[in-house]
């Protein structure tokens, strides 16, 4: 698609103005930051507000960002008919009428949408006025806000082909330059020191996402004996509220409850095993990196649907919950860390799964859309 060039900031028409909406967990907020750090890149003119609430992540995640953060009351959709259903007509007036005072303060051109509380009021703000309305779905079963927007526009975009969405076209979740930028074996023997690991031999990477995963920190470190005699090296990311003791010895397991930059982690490892959400998922793709994933046994299990198309392609491996202990490590896992052919050809398998290019496909097409506009009103 074409975009037109800027012109100086000096000119008010110049600048495309976009409010964001992804507001709550990281799972909506870092795409929609990630589109915001695209749109800058191939405009910097671009003037991003992000829409948020007090509820979530947003006052945290987007300010550190750089980006002006416009709080509006959340309103989370109910999936059922209950009694939370029928008192949300009411929160949602309320929600969308101070969505459509930020979009007339900061005169918006485009909403580029990404579910969560925020989005249902942005969409229907952005409909009464007119604005274009971009929806990314980044789950494989999307959400109540999208499936709406899904009916008021024919700009839907989804992290894959899978995704069942009206008028959607899959182009992978908008990452990080960080991530999809990275050159894991260049970086890997800095990584390893960072983190005291040794330069050689086999690196399995445990994170349970931000706050951590029992389960997951469970297993692993119940299973360090046998990890450590086969000469496996843990990078153990335990979440701030779980303890995992560090066993001393040779190789090392190391054990850190957060990691701010995730690429040191992922250059550093060799497998990962981890829950399945759908950032994580495609990040890891995005690096070549296999994964045991474990989907988060909540909502019917859909984080399983994530890992779904990276499993069938080969480049991971699925487990329940409720299957994984000491023993699964030592039996199916500990087989896989210790053949370095099948780590290499697993490796293949979820790079070529990955879409490296998301946020920049996505973010052309914001700026064509404002630029169409444009033209439309002349």
Known sequence: MHV?????????????????????????I?????????????????????????????????PARGYPLELIPPVPLPRNLNLALLQTPG?????????GTVLDRVRAEAVVGFGGYVAAPAYLAAHRRGLPIIVHEANAQPGVANRLAARLTTHVFTATPAVRLAHATAIGIPLRPAITGLDRPALRAAARRRFGLQPGGPVLLVTGGSQGARAINLAVSGAAAELRAAGVQVLHITGPQHEVG??????????????????????AADFVICRSGAMTCAELAAVGLPAAYVPLPLRGGEQRHNAEPIVAAGGALLVDNADLDPAWVRSTLLPVLTDPGRIATMSAAASAAGAPDADLVLARHVLATIADRRGGDR
Do not use: I
């Open 91 to 99: 929160k949602l007036r309320d929600s969308v009428r101070a969505a």
């Open 30 to 62: 870092e795409p929609a930051m990630n589109l915001a750090d695209a749109l800058r890149r191939l405009d910097p003119t671009a003037e991003v507000t992000a829409l948020g609430t007090v509820r979530g992540l947003d006052t945290t995640l987007v």
């Open 246 to 267: 560090s066993p001393a010895g040779d190789p090392p397991y190391v054990v850190l409850r957060y990691v701010d930059e995730m690429q040191y982690a992922y250059a």
């Open 4 to 28: 037109t060039a800027a012109v100086p900031r000096g000119d008010r028409v110049s600048a495309p103005r976009v409010v964001v909406a992804g507001g709550h967990s990281a799972g909506h």
